[in-house]
């Protein structure tokens, strides 16, 4: 049974930088595409970005200038960065896996607030 | 970037019934690589059909998806009460990976 669970501030002032981390419980990580996708009221679901293969990255052009994905191997983690954020990056964030690039497992999602 | 738009925006339906829903590409998505999801209030979105047609693990056969190119449906035959949901296709074929606007299931 794959599970992902993802972890984070929950409230970020505006102009900061944002960190989740999303913990993995699948043999297979290391062979998984690793997503971080958001969902607002506005915005709907957006793909954020994955990381793969322990390294190789692929982004949203649209968030580009401000993501980081990184993976730590050792712990079964992987982790996003969001510099700058304002209003518009206020969403539920999840943390998703597959085999490919269609996200299979996805975690349960957590809030992101970002207000002063 | 491929952009996926749903139709209906909402459709209101009773248990029993058949329903199709469609999502419309921009331009062709290469390899079939559409799923659809679904998604409950205050869950993550579930995965229901993979590569246009293939039902995920442990998914009912009451759903089915097809199309290829730009035009792919999802049917849900003899809809049970846990089907009423929010559902949403997506493509994984081009960078960036985009989801629709999702069509909205309702009981009548």
């Known amino acids: 049974q794959v599970q992902l669970q993802e972890s984070g501030p929950g409230l970020v002032k505006p102009s900061e930088t944002l960190s989740l981390t999303c913990s993995v419980s699948?043999?297979?990580?290391?062979?998984?595409?690793l997503n971080w996708i958001r969902q607002s009221p506005g915005r709907g679901l957006e793909w954020i970005g994955f990381?793969?293969?322990?390294?190789?990255?692929n982004y949203n052009p649209s968030l580009k200038s401000r993501v980081t994905i990184s993976v730590d191997t050792s712990k079964n983690q992987f982790s996003l960065r969001l510099t700058s954020v304002s209003d518009a990056d206020t969403a539920v964030y999840y943390c998703?896996?597959?085999?490919?690039?269609?996200?299979?497992?996805w975690g349960q999602g957590t809030l992101l607030t970002v207000s002063s | 970037e491929i952009v996926l738009t749903q139709s209906p925006g909402t459709l209101s339906l009773s248990p029993g019934e058949r329903v199709t829903l469609s999502c419309r590409a921009s331009?062709?998505?290469?390899?079939?690589?559409l799923a659809w999801f679904q998604q409950k209030p205050g869950q993550a979105p579930r995965l229901l059909v993979d590569d246009g047609s293939s039902r995920a693990t442990g998914i009912p056969d009451r759903f089915s998806g097809s199309g290829s190119g730009t035009d792919f449906t999802l049917t849900i035959d003899r809809l049970e009460s846990e089907d009423f949901a929010m559902y949403y296709c997506?493509?994984?074929?081009?960078?960036?990976?985009?989801f629709g606007q999702g069509t909205r299931l309702e009981i009548k």
């Open positions: 990381i793969y293969n322990s390294g190789n990255t």
């Open positions: 699948i043999d297979s990580f290391k062979r998984h595409y």
């Open positions: 331009q062709s998505v290469g390899g079939n690589y």
């Open positions: 997506g493509q994984f074929a081009n960078s960036p990976l985009t």
């Open positions: 998703a896996s597959g085999p490919g690039w269609t996200p299979h497992h």
